[in-house]
């Protein structure tokens, strides 16, 4: 089972960030991390590396339910949204499936929120395509 369900755009890096901040915007998800892999790579090690940026994307509601079932469990928030762009030119933007990560955690109250998470997610990646 994949980890993550992504999709590919043929765009620039700042119209693919646009479209994906976007798209998260229009599905209720708010930005409430965000780490530049690329410029971190450079500042700490000195390394070029290709364009990579990890969005934490959140909605408030979703994430109280799961902290109140498991209290925990922000060690596993929010859901991760990856931007990398290919040799191709190419972004590919994924995102986390909640249903494999929630599995790490033995909580029955978790399997619905993990579920209506993942539509979310997966509406996300095809209002991109």
Not at 8 to 30: M, P
Not at 86 to 106: K, L, T, W
Request: proline share 5%; net charge negative; hydrophobic share 45%.
């Amino acid at each position: 089972m994949s980890y993550h369900f992504s999709t590919y755009l043929d765009a620039s890096w700042e119209h693919a960030q646009e479209r994906v901040r976007a798209a998260l915007q229009n599905a209720g998800f708010g930005i409430v991390s965000e780490i530049d892999v690329t410029q971190t790579l450079r500042k700490k090690l000195g390394v070029d590396f290709r364009p990579y940026l990890i969005l934490g994307a959140c909605q408030p509601q979703y994430a109280q339910r799961a902290i109140l079932a498991e209290p925990h469990i922000g060690t596993l928030l929010p859901c991760n949204v990856l931007l990398q762009q290919g040799d191709d030119g190419r972004i590919e933007v994924s995102a986390i499936d909640p249903i494999v990560s929630m599995q790490a955690v033995a909580n029955p109250a978790l399997a619905d929120l993990a579920q209506e998470v993942r539509e979310k997610l997966r509406q996300v990646i095809a209002a991109l395509s």
